[in-house]
Every structure is written in structure tokens, then in C-alpha cells.
């Protein structure tokens, strides 16, 4: 990586595929890693149904794996998948915005998630920089995690740096809160120079599964099933007894850890309650991060796929009260690209070696940088 040294701001674009796995988001932003100067375009590319069948499959697979590096079985084949989706999302990006190649300093790239156990010291984001670096002649940060977990540190939340880098021309009264609701939930605690980060529990990762599981649907439209439903608030509290949730941050989770958490607890519940239910339990989780911080926020800014659910932004409003809730569709976020931003911005870090995590958002022993550059 490069010396600190300031640069003027440069244009990146970030992609990123999260723990929903239902496409590729892609964002186009100007920034000298520090400050944001402008934001650009945005893209998605979804996933086709095989495909989002292929990546759960692998995400299955991984939790077999021992060795980052190791693709096993279907673990290579969604690797390709998860290549040639980022290509061809930025391919027809760069065409639908006539981007030349050559303007464009770096593409972040956050890859798929299958494993992540920072206990173990392991976390695994399928998909290849190098490939992707020589198909695109762009060149490309990716693996963004490893350093982090290999000095100790969870790995996740990674967005922390770039939230504060939003929220600060907010001039909101602190504390604020950015509450990322996408599979995993966590949020970005913000009080002037103070910044705590982890993973809350459960986003929409537990809801879509069920909801895939008992009707084929892929997501809670709107919230209504959860709308129509009644949470049964004795299981919540029950899941919330789990030591994870008394747990101070930085700390962070598998996607996969809430299904064993969870267990036959919705069996016996319709569609509509158990949606309900999982939802409350979303929205509970969020709440009992407030015990743990140092001063209760004054305001939530929630982002991600959340953010469009009004059930889960009602039940959010109930739990955090008096605070204000508010999406950041509310403060003029994009709110759908805004992880693809976030790894636009914490590639140009990386590029330049300022911090991309810090102690008191994964743990990190110290402030840390990270990504590997593949250059085409």
C-alpha cells in the first residue's frame, strides 16, 4: 500500500454482495478516502434464482472449511459465479454511464461472505481481485477482512469509517447511530470523535429464510406478513437470553449462527407470526445494544435492505423510543448502494494506508489497514 501522504480526491466505484445474496450492488464515488466530495451513479445486477441457489449452497459448504483459500466442491463454482456477476455488473455500469476505464483509480471489492469466525481466526469473502482486476484493466482492492482477523480483530462491521464520514455533515446532536440492516444487523455509534461498532444479531437474514422456507418468497414485501402476524414477545426474549446479545462490542457474527439459535422455535407459528416474530426479534436486538454503549443516541439513521420494511422501521421506532428513527432515505442517503459506497471509500484508504478498522469497531489491537491491491 502507499504512504498517507493526502491526494487529491479520485473517482472509485465499490461493489458489494451481501449476506441477503440477492445481487450485486455497484456505486460510483468521488473521495480522497477522508472526506466525500460527490457521489455518482448506482447499479444493481440481482442474482437469478439458480444463482442465489448456488451461493446458499456454498455458504452451506464453508462451514466445513479449515483454509481461506480452500474452494471445494461448489465453493469454486460460486467463485466463478461471483467473478463473472461483478464483472458484468461493472461492465454495464461503466457502459450505462460512459465511465472510461482509465478514470476510474480503483474498484473496492468486497466479495461474497461464506464463513466468517474471527474466533477462529477465519473468514472467507469468495471471489478473485486478480480475475477480476485483468477482465475489467481496473485495478482492484479486495479481501478486505483478512488483515483485521489475522491481528485478532472480528473483521465486521467494516462500514464504520465511511458512516462517520457521512453522518458528520449531518451536523446532527450527538450521539448518532447507523443502523445497517441487511442479513446481519449491526450499527455505527458515533459521539464526535468516539466511534463503537459491531454486529447487533439477526437482520433480514432469519425473515428471509423463513419466508423462503414456508412460501417460496424471497423477503418480506413491505413487511406484510410481519404487519398482519402477532410477535410472540415470550420467544424473543427467550432468543435474546443467548450470551451473544449481553456481550459488549466490537463483536461480530456468522450469518448462519441465528438458524441454530432460532431452532424449531417458529415450527408451530403461522406465516404471518413468525415473520412478526422474527422481525421483534430484529428490532429487540437493536435495542439491547444501548446498555452497551456509552451514552444512549439521540437519533438512528437506518440503512440497508431494512430501511424499506415500515414494520420493522415501526417496531425500531417503539424499542428506541424517545430516540428519533429515521431512514436514510430521510437524510438523502442511498440508502440500497450505500455498503457499495462504503467499500468505493475504504478502497482509496486502502490505497493511500489509512485505517480501515480501528479498536473500538472490531477489536483490532491497534488502527489497522488492510485490502490486497490486484492491479490488471
Not at 188 to 210: E, S
Request: hydrophobic content about 45%.
Amino acid at each position: 500500500m502507499t504512504s498517507t501522504a493526502t491526494i487529491a480526491p479520485v473517482l472509485a466505484i465499490g461493489l458489494m454482495s451481501g449476506t441477503s445474496q440477492d445481487g450485486v450492488d455497484v456505486a460510483l464515488i468521488v473521495t480522497d478516502g477522508e472526506s466525500i466530495e460527490r457521489f455518482g451513479a448506482t447499479a444493481y445486477r440481482p442474482y437469478t434464482t439458480d444463482e442465489r441457489d448456488l451461493l446458499r449452497r456454498a455458504t452451506l459448504a464453508a462451514a466445513n472449511l479449515t483454509e481461506r483459500t480452500a474452494r471445494p466442491g461448489c465453493l469454486g463454482e460460486a467463485e466463478a459465479l461471483v467473478n463473472a456477476a461483478h464483472a458484468e455488473a461493472v461492465e454495464s455500469f461503466l457502459a450505462a454511464n460512459a465511465i472510461a476505464r482509465a478514470d476510474v483509480a480503483a474498484i473496492g471489492f468486497h466479495g461474497q461472505t461464506v464463513l466468517h469466525r474471527p474466533e477462529r481466526g477465519l473468514t472467507v469473502q469468495i471471489g478473485d481481485g486478480y480475475t477480476l482486476a485483468a477482465r475489467l484493466g481496473i485495478p482492484v482492492v479486495y479481501d478486505f477482512r483478512a488483515d483485521d482477523v489475522g491481528a485478532g480483530g472480528e473483521g465486521a462491521p467494516l462500514a464504520p469509517l465511511f458512516h462517520r464520514a457521512l453522518a458528520l455533515p449531518l451536523k446532527r446532536e450527538a450521539p448518532v447511530a447507523v443502523l445497517n440492516i441487511g442479513g446481519v444487523a449491526n450499527i455505527t455509534f458515533i459521539d464526535d470523535d468516539q466511534v463503537i461498532a459491531c454486529d447487533t444479531g439477526p437482520g433480514n437474514a432469519l425473515l428471509d429464510d423463513f419466508l423462503r422456507e414456508r412460501s417460496g418468497s424471497s423477503h418480506d414485501v413491505d413487511g406484510r406478513h410481519a404487519a398482519a402476524g402477532r410477535a410472540d414477545e415470550e420467544t424473543v426474549a427467550r432468543l435474546l437470553a443467548h450470551p451473544f446479545f449481553a456481550k459488549p462490542p466490537p463483536k461480530s457474527l456468522d450469518r448462519n449462527d441465528f438458524r441454530a439459535w432460532v431452532g424449531g422455535a417458529l415450527a408451530e407459528k403461522s406465516l404471518d407470526d413468525g415473520a412478526a416474530t422474527l422481525t421483534a426479534l430484529t428490532a429487540a436486538a437493536v435495542a439491547r445494544m444501548r446498555p452497551h454503549l456509552s451514552r444512549a443516541p439521540k437519533s438512528w439513521i437506518v440503512v440497508g435492505g431494512g430501511a424499506r420494511n415500515p414494520t420493522l422501521m415501526r417496531m425500531l421506532a417503539q424499542r428506541l423510543a424517545p430516540a428519533a428513527v429515521d431512514t436514510g432515505f430521510a437524510v438523502g442517503w442511498s440508502v440500497d448502494s450505500l455498503e457499495a459506497q462504503a467499500f468505493a471509500y475504504l478502497a482509496v484508504r486502502s490505497l493511500r494506508g489509512l485505517p480501515l478498522t480501528l479498536p473500538t469497531t472490531t477489536g483490532a489491537p491497534h488502527p489497522l489497514t488492510g485490502g490486497v491491491l490486484a492491479k490488471p
